[in-house]
C-alpha cells in the first residue's frame, strides 16, 4: 500500500506494484521493483560486498559519533554514513577475499581540516573507565583551546561502541570514557578526535589503539 502526502500531487509513500515511493534527503524519490535476478556475483562483487559488511559492523553500532565525525565531509547527495563507508571500503579493509578483516589502525570516526590530537594516547583505569590523553599547546589560539574532544571505543568481541561526542575541552589534555559494567573481559579499539563548539569544524580522528578490559 501506498500513501499520497500534501494532497493527490504530493510525493508517493510504499509501493503501488513495481513502483516504490520513498524521501531521500528530504527529496521524494519513486524507483521500480524490478524483476528478481538470479544472484550469480562476480568474485569481485562478492569481495566488495564483504567489504561494506565489515564497514557496516563498526559504524552501524556507532552511527550518531559518525554522522558528526563525516557531516562536514559530505558533497551532493551524500550522508556522513556513505562518506564514512566509502573511506572503510577504500583504506580500512585488508587482506584477501574470502579472508577479509577491517584494518582498525586506518579506519577514520571523522575528517575535517581542524588540528588533529597531538600525541594521543590511552590507558586503563579501574577497570572500567578509559583514560584518554593528549599534549596540549599553549601556543594555541584561544578559540582552539575550547575545542571538546570526541572519544570512541568499539567492542571487538560484541561489536558495540561507546562513545562522547561534547567531552573536555582541548586545553584540559584528558578525558575519561566509561564503559558500561555488563562489558566483561573484552579488547577495545579506540579514537579521538576534536570538534569546535560551535560544532563547525572537526579533525581528522587519531588512532589510540587497542586496549583489554579485565
Not at 14 to 36: F, H, Q, V
Not at 68 to 82: C, D, E, K, M, P
Not at 183 to 211: M, P, W
Request: one cysteine or more; charged letters at 20%; hydrophobic letters at 35%.
Amino acid at each position: 500500500m501506498a500513501t499520497i502526502k500534501k494532497g493527490i500531487l504530493g510525493p508517493i509513500t510504499g509501493s503501488i506494484s513495481n513502483i516504490i515511493g520513498y524521501e531521500r534527503l528530504g527529496t521524494p524519490c519513486i524507483r521500480g521493483k524490478g524483476d528478481p535476478q538470479p544472484q550469480n556475483f562476480t568474485h569481485k562483487q562478492k569481495a566488495h560486498q564483504l567489504r561494506v559488511k565489515l564497514a557496516n559492523s563498526f559504524i552501524n553500532p556507532s552511527k550518531n559519533f559518525i554522522n558528526i565525525g563525516f557531516s562536514l565531509s559530505t558533497t551532493g547527495g551524500q550522508t556522513a554514513h556513505n562518506v564514512a563507508i566509502a573511506h572503510a571500503i577504500k583504506a580500512a579493509t585488508k587482506g584477501e577475499f574470502p579472508n577479509l578483516e577491517l584494518d582498525f589502525q586506518n579506519l577514520l570516526v571523522s575528517d575535517g581540516i581542524l588540528s588533529s590530537a597531538v600525541n594521543p594516547k590511552v590507558e586503563v583505569v579501574d577497570g572500567l573507565h578509559l583514560k584518554f590523553s593528549w599534549d596540549f599547546d599553549e601556543m594555541l589560539e584561544y578559540s582552539s583551546r575550547r575545542d571538546q574532544v570526541m572519544l570512541l571505543a568499539y567492542s571487538v568481541k560484541t561489536k558495540r561502541s561507546f562513545y562522547t561526542i561534547g567531552g573536555a575541552k582541548r586545553s584540559v589534555g584528558h578525558e575519561i570514557l566509561e564503559i558500561y559494567p555488563e562489558i566483561e573481559q573484552d579488547s577495545f579499539e579506540t579514537y579521538l578526535a576534536f570538534i569546535t563548539e560551535d560544532r563547525k569544524q572537526i579533525s581528522k580522528s587519531s588512532y589510540t589503539g587497542l586496549v583489554l578490559l579485565h
